[in-house]
């Protein structure tokens, strides 16, 4: 398969996931506070900061373990992130068949850690890791922030990752780095070419958990909002795949991804507005 269209599809089925896991964390809220004092990270724009301060905190600790370069280093980070963030998208499919939501908990973190284990020793479930453990984040943001703050954190975060590409560098390192440790902070496609060599395509899972985070909040003020937004952020990493791939570049996808996202918003809105005259 085109390394262009796999990554694609890779995208679709983390936002179509992410989608069904935020839904069922909102519904099983409702009837299990337990639920929302695990899941939720905060409410409204007065969390945003401190938000903020997380993303940028998490990427200082990772420049740091690329000046120190230990291999167990980066292992240990990426065992606790897939654990913890995949647990999340488990504990959506696994709550109802298991009646005790604490017990679906566990149950739920013992499959993360194994999905997280398991990875470090096949390969093939790079992709997989990344998938569920990016649904299972953008799924808990999106549980978290209300639709409006979910989208001031994307418009921070896709100047932030223009800054951080073009100005700064670090995510360029960053990058590298993880494609290097072959870490599952990316979905990865690779295709050989007549001469031999490999092409890669690569897309962070930054950007794979941030359209689902604003899906996922968007689904309480209606569902086909939900739908709206997965329209445009496909259309906008479409857009960044097609253009990376064959200008063989590195590009920062968030800011793509946002624009595609609130040209679709703007679109539906006009449309309605339409219809109501």
Do not use: C
Not at 62 to 86: D, H, Q, W
């Amino acid at each position: 398969m085109n390394p262009l269209l796999k990554v694609l599809l890779f995208f679709i089925a983390t936002q179509l996931l992410g989608i069904y896991t935020g839904i069922f964390i909102l519904s099983d809220a409702m009837s299990n506070p337990i639920v929302g004092e695990f899941m939720s990270f905060g409410e409204g724009v007065g969390s945003l900061p401190v938000f903020i301060l997380y993303i940028l905190f998490g990427a200082a600790i990772f420049l740091v373990l690329i000046r120190l370069n230990i291999a167990f280093l980066f292992a240990l980070l990426e065992f606790a992130v897939i654990s913890v963030t995949s647990s999340i998208l488990f504990y959506a499919f696994l709550r109802p068949f298991i009646p005790d939501a604490l017990t679906a908990m566990a149950v739920s973190a013992l499959a993360g850690m194994a999905l997280a284990v398991l990875k470090h020793f096949i390969h093939h479930l790079k992709n997989v890791a990344a998938i569920f453990s990016s649904a299972g984040a953008g799924a808990v943001f999106g549980f978290s922030f209300s639709f409006f703050a979910s989208l001031v954190i994307f418009f921070i975060m896709a100047i932030y990752d223009y800054i951080a590409v073009f100005r700064t560098r670090h995510m360029v390192s960053m990058a590298r780095e993880i494609i290097k440790q072959d870490m599952s902070f990316t979905v990865t496609a690779t295709e050989k070419t007549a001469s031999g060599k490999v092409s890669r395509l690569d897309l962070g899972t930054g950007d794979l958990a941030l359209p689902v985070m604003v899906e996922v909040a968007a689904y309480p003020i209606h569902p086909l909002l939900s739908l709206v937004t997965l329209v445009g952020a496909t259309a906008g990493v479409s857009f960044v795949l097609i253009y990376a791939w064959k200008n063989k570049v590195f590009l920062p996808a968030i800011p793509f991804i946002f624009s595609g996202m609130m040209v679709s918003l703007i679109a539906a809105f006009a449309l309605t507005i339409i219809k109501l005259l």
